[in-house]
């Protein structure tokens, strides 16, 4: 890639800036160990140097993917010592199970660990860019997923937002720098980073788009890429304009036991009654129903006469309606 290099420092100061931070708090490089992660460990060895006030920490799991593994964390490991920036490494390997594939597996796990490794309120820096959200965005419309999906990844999430415990900070400070900005950046540093020769396996669907329709795309069409940014944009804001409105809507509707009165929703569209259901269960941390289940939970609940009792059932939750008609969720123990 010829990519002219750029500075990317005043961005990544830039996205640090718009936090507030206070002295000490532990500011954390998620280490996969490609240029993306080493350029955010690159910038915030930079910054470390100006703002010395701060707790550094970098952090590497490995999951024994590639055989190769225990060397790139050795290598990982050398070079945060050449640097002398505290570093933790640890081994993690991953449940295989059918339900998702290795590769999501691996970032559930990892986000898990990683949030338990850190401190509670520190701020974890991640390597996603550019070229990533256009990937994420296309995955989400390949699901069929909504604003809330296509949205794709936001430039800073709190942990409680994302639904994961504690209360870190993610962010993305290279969100709006494509992949080939960074690897000008790396190479211009003489960053040491890994090819991981999987990030070619086409079998992949994030690597499918990236090495086969992507640059199609972009071919055909050269803005398409800023085009998919704007429209995950437009999804983001419509998403918090929409959380805005439900959340009010919402607040007159929960009696002090956290339960939805059924009546509440009677007033509205069929549309918003599962807007605010959805908004309810998202509340109640509980796994999104598809959209014909939500559909099954709105005519069950909303429209099943009072001498009945209806419950719906999906995944590891029971939705039943009470006789004051109010709903309430439950966790089953097997699904
Ligand atoms: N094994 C890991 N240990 C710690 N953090 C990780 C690990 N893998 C990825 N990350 C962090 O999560 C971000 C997103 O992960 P993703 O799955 O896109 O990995 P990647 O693109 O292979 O990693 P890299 O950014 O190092 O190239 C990375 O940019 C990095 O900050």
């Not at 590769?103 to 490794?117: D, F, I, K, P, T």
């Not at 974890?124 to 860019?129: E, K, P, R, T």
């Not at 550019?130 to 990937?135: A, G, S, T, V, Y």
């Not at 009072?306 to 969720?329: C, E, H, I, M």
């Amino acid at each position: 890639m010829n990519t002219e290099y750029r500075d990317l420092y005043p961005e990544f100061a830039a996205a640090l800036a718009k936090l507030t931070l206070r002295p000490h708090q532990q500011l954390v490089a998620c280490l996969g160990g490609g240029a993306d992660s080493q350029t955010i460990l690159d910038l915030l060895d930079r910054w470390r140097s100006e703002h010395p006030d701060f707790n550094y920490l970098a952090i590497h799991l490995d999951h024994r993917f590639h055989p190769s593994s225990g060397e790139w964390a050795e290598g990982l490991r050398q070079d945060c010592l050449r640097r002398n920036f505290p570093m933790l490494c640890e081994v993690l390997p991953v449940p295989q199970g059918a339900r998702i594939s290795k590769e999501a597996a691996g970032r559930e796990a990892r986000y898990q660990r990683l949030n338990e490794l850190a401190d509670d309120d520190a701020v974890m820096l991640l390597g996603q860019h550019r070229n990533d959200q256009i990937e994420t965005f296309l995955l989400q419309l390949k699901r069929g997923a909504g604003p809330k999906g296509l949205a794709a990844m936001a430039q800073t999430i709190d942990g409680e937002a994302a639904h994961r415990s504690g209360s870190q900070t993610w962010l993305r400070p290279l969100l709006g720098v494509s992949k080939a900005e960074i690897y000008a950046y790396a190479e211009h540093h003489k960053l040491h980073w890994i090819e991981d020769d999987t990030n070619y396996d086409t079998a992949i669907d994030r690597n499918f788009l990236r090495h086969e329709v992507v640059p199609k795309l972009e071919e055909r069409w050269p803005q398409f890429g800023n085009s998919v940014l704007r429209s995950a944009q437009l999804c983001a804001e419509q998403q918090d304009v929409l959380e805005e409105l439900l959340h009010e809507q919402l607040k007159p509707a929960v009696n002090e036991a956290g339960e939805l009165a059924v009546d509440q929703l009677k007033s509205h569209s069929a549309a918003t009654q599962r807007a605010l259901l959805r908004a309810w269960l998202h509340q109640n941390g509980a796994t999104m129903p598809s959209y014909a289940q939500l559909e099954q939970i709105r005519t069950q609940m909303v429209q099943t006469g009072n001498d009945k009792q209806p419950q719906v059932a999906w995944g590891r939750f029971l939705l039943t309606r009470s006789r004051d008609r109010y709903l309430q969720l439950q966790q089953r123990t097997s699904s």
